[in-house]
């Protein structure tokens, strides 16, 4: 079945079009709510949440753009609901957060070549997931998603200025996740 055959199903309420549809695009969208969220159970909410929603906007699809796109979309969107919901004030950056000692990466024993040659997909993931959830939010939007500052702001209800500030400190904490797993790694 193609994708208008998948959709024109699923407009019909057909089981095995909802089904078909769901398993094509389940595990690309889970890797899409995982960027958002802490845990795999907790992407795995926001993916049944997201997919409910999905049915039950179909029929607003207009074909103008990517089916897989849309989707991506109201994943994206289901995620900070959901982090709305459950993170109560998570687009604050708490004094602790904003006071933190800065750790002097460029002192760091780790040579660049060394860092990017010992990074793979799941240590970069686990390094996101580790972000606050502002931090994690922000940097999956503008790096991820490509959204603007603008875009960010008006999304999360923040100002400018926070999104940047969020994604400059999101930046660096990941870059600081990331040497703490290698070296965890490197020890063993």
Same mark, same amino acid.
């Given at each position: 079945?193609?994708?208008?055959?998948?959709?024109?199903?699923?407009?019909?309420?057909? *089981?095995?079009?909802?089904?078909?549809?769901?398993?094509?695009?389940?595990?690309?969208?889970?890797?899409?709510?995982?960027?958002?969220?802490?845990?795999?159970?907790?992407?795995?909410?926001?993916?049944?949440?997201?997919?409910?929603?999905?049915?039950?906007?179909?029929?607003?699809?207009?074909?103008?753009?990517?089916?897989?796109?849309?989707? =991506? *979309?109201?994943?994206?969107?289901?995620?900070?609901? @959901?982090? =709305?919901?459950?993170?109560?004030?998570?687009?604050?950056?708490?004094?602790? @957060?904003?006071?933190?000692?800065?750790?002097?990466?460029?002192?760091?024993?780790?040579?660049?070549?060394?860092?990017?040659?010992?990074?793979?997909?799941?240590?970069?993931?686990? /390094?996101?997931?580790?972000?606050?959830?502002?931090? *994690?939010?922000?940097?999956?939007?503008?790096?991820?998603?490509?959204?603007?500052?603008?875009?960010? /702001?008006?999304?999360?209800?923040?100002?400018?200025?926070?999104?940047?500030?969020?994604?400059?400190?999101?930046?660096?904490?990941?870059?600081?996740?990331?040497?703490?797993?290698?070296?965890?790694?490197?020890?063993?």
């Amino acid at each position: 079945m193609n994708e208008t055959e998948l959709i024109k199903g699923c407009l019909k309420n057909d *089981r095995a079009s909802q089904k078909a549809l769901y398993e094509h695009f389940y595990s690309k969208m889970l890797g899409v709510c995982l960027r958002y969220s802490k845990s795999t159970d907790e992407a795995k909410d926001i993916v049944h949440e997201g997919f409910l929603k999905v049915f039950n906007s179909l029929k607003g699809f207009n074909s103008s753009g990517s089916f897989e796109g849309w989707i =991506r *979309r109201i994943m994206v969107n289901t995620a900070i609901d @959901y982090l =709305r919901k459950n993170k109560q004030n998570y687009l604050i950056v708490s004094t602790v @957060y904003a006071n933190e000692k800065q750790m002097n990466i460029a002192d760091d024993t780790l040579e660049e070549e060394d860092f990017i040659r010992n990074i793979d997909e799941k240590d970069i993931l686990k /390094a996101v997931q580790e972000l606050t959830p502002a931090y *994690r939010t922000v940097f999956n939007l503008y790096v991820i998603e490509e959204y603007s500052h603008k875009q960010i /702001a008006e999304l999360l209800d923040i100002s400018e200025g926070t999104s940047k500030s969020n994604l400059s400190k999101a930046k660096f904490n990941l870059k600081k996740n990331l040497i703490q797993l290698i070296r965890q790694s490197n020890d063993k």
